[in-house]
Structure formats: C-alpha cells, structure tokens
C-alpha cells in the first residue's frame, strides 16, 4: 500500500525555525515531482514549493528566502526547512507526491495525511 509519511509539525514561536519531513513507500518504482502544500483554516489549499526528480524548485513567492525544499532520491524522502516562520505560515501541512507504481505502471498523484504547524508566541 502506497503512504506518504509525513512527520515534523508542531508548535513554534514568531521568527523560528521547523523541518518538515515525508517518507514514500509501498511498491514504487520511481518518484518523480515531489513538494509540499499547505491549507489554513477557511482558505483553499495552496502551493507552498516542488521539486523535481532532478533538483528544480519551485517556490510560492511568500516563502520565497525562508524556506528550502530537498530531497533524498535514495530513500525517497522530501523535506521542507521552514525558517523565519510567521503567524501566516499556520496551517496543516500535505505531502504531495507523483510515483510511478509496479501495480499501475503509471504516474499518479498522492498526498499525505497532513502535520499541523502552528506558529504562535
């Protein structure tokens, strides 16, 4: 079975600094674009940066000097290194995923369960 696991989330003051990290597993083949998302309570969930298979990034222009995305393509992980956080950054936080499985033989898109991060004083 196909998970995302993601892991990292939690409570942090104004100006702080919190990484994220989402682990794939269950017959895959490949991995190819990975990123993350986030939804805030009342709003839609929203870009927040992507990274392809060969290092791109991609970045929403509000985290755009704060956070850094990465990856580990050998243990299939993608983690996010959130820094300077702000009050605007609170909200759950998705893994996202395109893997190319041995039981579909094609790309599909999958999500994780979501991490709350709340950043407060």
């Known amino acids: 079975q196909v998970q995302l696991v993601e892991s990292g989330g939690g409570l942090v003051q104004p100006g702080g600094s919190l990484r994220l990290s989402c682990a794939a597993s269950g017959g895959i083949i490949r991995v190819r674009d990975m990123g993350w998302y986030r939804q805030a309570p009342g709003k839609e969930r929203a870009l927040v940066a992507t990274?392809?298979?060969?290092?791109?990034?991609n970045y929403a222009d509000s985290v755009k000097g704060r956070f850094t995305i990465f990856r580990d393509n050998a243990k299939r992980t993608v983690s996010l290194q959130m820094s300077s956080l702000e009050p605007e950054d609170t909200a759950v936080y998705y893994c996202?995923?395109?893997?190319?499985?041995?039981?579909?033989?094609?790309?599909?898109?999958?999500w994780g369960q979501g991490t709350q991060v709340t950043v407060s004083s």
């Open positions: 996202n995923a395109d893997l190319l499985l041995f039981s579909a033989l094609r790309y599909d898109n999958y």
């Open positions: 990274i392809s298979s060969q290092g791109s990034t």
